[in-house]
């Protein structure tokens, strides 16, 4: 079975998982997806769903170039062997780009060298990327290889928002700016709402991606001018297990008077943080739910998490001057009724009017969610970063 058309293959290559999806750009539609997690484990697992057939595999998965042959037997029991598909290239999630890289890049040896080294700007995300990269290269000889930077849509974000108030040759020296994470995410969304609004009716956009990771940006005329996420991911929202802003003086404490180690910290900070730190859960739907129970830490949780986000609507409603559409994004943000009621109820005075019917719905659509008449619109808007990899690669192959 021969496809016809092009196809890319998405790839998401994580610390311990790989993500992927074949996607068919034009149609907007993934064809086939997947899941491997504990890549570097003796019980790894992955999960694979082609139309109504799914295959499954458990067992040791050594590192990414073991995931990426399970992966291509996956594909196989599935009735589709990826040798048989058109794959016009394969399209790769890249956390950190630096200042080097904004525009989608077709991947040469000296590509992944520069990923490689701006490792210490995302040291969670950036060697995984790599690797993936790399063994995919391995499997897939005379495949074009795309970079699809996560950090591409806030490289030109104005100079007043990028940059910390810090010694500026020790700045330069390390790097040290705000790069954002999620770009791909806030430039898909806030594309849709162009095109379901129009251009004036979205001009100044705030867009909250709120999944596991979560972030804020605000958006003048398609162009980011300021977003949440800082050097790393860790600044900004309260997320599932990161703390977002925290006064650095924090870790000089932790440091001082707990006699904590650095790597402690920072394991601290970004995976026994957030919601997780707070409340024992990551997942937003257990800390409902034990709120819902009674447990008093839990309803304080939601309100910290709600908190931040009201605060940091209202900071870029005053960097854009106003704001003509608000967009919530990903697995929260999509998904929870609650929260986005909480985070934006009160806020009649600055024109944004939420309708509870709306709210309420649940669908896959994009949506308004304010009432008619509200000054600003709410949406809903499901993010899908694999379609914005996928169609990002066939601008740069085709
Ligand atoms: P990631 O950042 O890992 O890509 P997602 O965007 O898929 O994450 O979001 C995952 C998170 O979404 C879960 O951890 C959970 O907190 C949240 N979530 C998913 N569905 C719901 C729901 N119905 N209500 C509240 N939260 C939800």
């Known amino acids: 079975m021969t496809e016809s058309g092009h196809l890319v293959l998405v790839v998401n290559s994580g610390s311990s998982s790989m993500k992927y999806q074949l996607v068919?750009?034009?149609?907007?539609?993934?064809?086939?997806?997947?899941?491997?997690?504990?890549v570097g484990s003796a019980d790894g697992s992955a999960r694979h769903t082609d139309g109504d057939r799914t295959a499954e595999f458990a067992g040791a998965i050594s590192d990414h170039g073991v995931a990426l042959r399970i992966m291509q037997d996956l594909f196989a029991q599935a009735g589709r062997p990826l040798d048989t598909v058109d794959l016009l290239g394969i399209g790769h999630?890249?956390?950190?780009?630096?200042?080097?890289?904004?525009?989608?890049?077709?991947?040469?040896?000296?590509?992944?060298?520069?990923?490689?080294?701006?490792?210490p700007l995302a040291p969670l995300h950036n060697p995984a990327n790599a690797t993936g990269i790399e063994q995919a290269q391995l499997a897939f000889p005379g495949v074009p290889q795309v970079a699809v930077f996560d950090t591409a849509f806030f490289r030109d974000l104005p100079a007043a928002a990028?940059?910390?108030?810090?010694?500026?040759?020790?700045?330069?020296?390390?790097?040290?700016r705000r790069y954002g994470a999620h770009?791909?995410?806030?430039?898909?969304?806030?594309?849709?709402?162009?095109?379901?609004?129009?251009?004036?009716?979205?001009?100044?956009?705030?867009?909250?991606?709120?999944?596991?990771?979560?972030?804020?940006s605000a958006i003048r005329d398609g162009h980011a001018v300021e977003t949440s996420m800082g050097l790393t991911p860790l600044e900004g929202l309260v997320m599932g297990t990161r703390?977002?802003?925290?006064?650095?003086?924090?870790?000089?404490?932790?440091?001082?008077?707990?006699?904590?180690?650095?790597?402690?910290?920072?394991?601290?900070?970004?995976?026994?943080?957030?919601?997780?730190?707070?409340?024992?859960?990551?997942?937003?739907?257990?800390?409902?739910?034990?709120?819902?129970?009674?447990?008093?830490q839990a309803a304080l949780a939601?309100?910290?998490?709600?908190?931040?986000?009201?605060?940091?609507?209202?900071?870029?409603?005053?960097?854009?001057?106003?704001?003509?559409?608000?967009?919530?994004?990903?697995?929260?943000?999509?998904?929870?009724?609650?929260?986005?009621?909480t985070a934006l109820g009160g806020l009649e005075g600055l024109g944004i009017v939420l309708d509870a019917e709306r709210n309420a719905v649940r669908s896959r659509e994009a949506r308004v969610i304010s009432a008619d008449g509200s000054p600003v619109t709410v949406l809903v808007v499901p993010t899908n970063e694999e379609l914005a990899i996928a169609r990002a690669t066939v601008a740069l192959l085709t």
């Open 24 to 38: 068919d750009p034009a149609a907007g539609t993934a064809v086939a997806s997947g899941l491997i997690e504990r």
């Open 93 to 119: 999630r890249v956390v950190n780009g630096g200042s080097r890289y904004g525009e989608p890049t077709l991947v040469d040896s000296h590509v992944l060298a520069v990923i490689r080294e701006l490792s």
């Open 162 to 176: 990028a940059t910390y108030a810090i010694d500026r040759a020790v700045a330069a020296d390390y790097r040290i």
């Open 183 to 216: 770009g791909t995410s806030h430039q898909y969304v806030s594309q849709q709402v162009t095109a379901l609004l129009g251009a004036q009716a979205s001009a100044r956009q705030i867009v909250l991606h709120l999944g596991n990771g979560a972030s804020a």
């Open 243 to 296: 703390s977002g802003d925290i006064d650095p003086a924090v870790v000089f404490h932790l440091t001082r008077v707990a006699g904590m180690g650095i790597d402690a910290i920072d394991e601290l900070l970004n995976r026994r943080s957030g919601m997780r730190g707070l409340t024992g859960f990551n997942d937003l739907r257990d800390v409902h739910q034990a709120a819902a129970n009674g447990d008093a």
């Open 302 to 341: 939601l309100e910290v998490y709600c908190h931040r986000i009201r605060k940091y609507v209202g900071a870029y409603m005053a960097v854009l001057g106003g704001v003509d559409a608000i967009t919530f994004t990903a697995g929260v943000g999509e998904n929870d009724a609650v929260t986005r009621a």
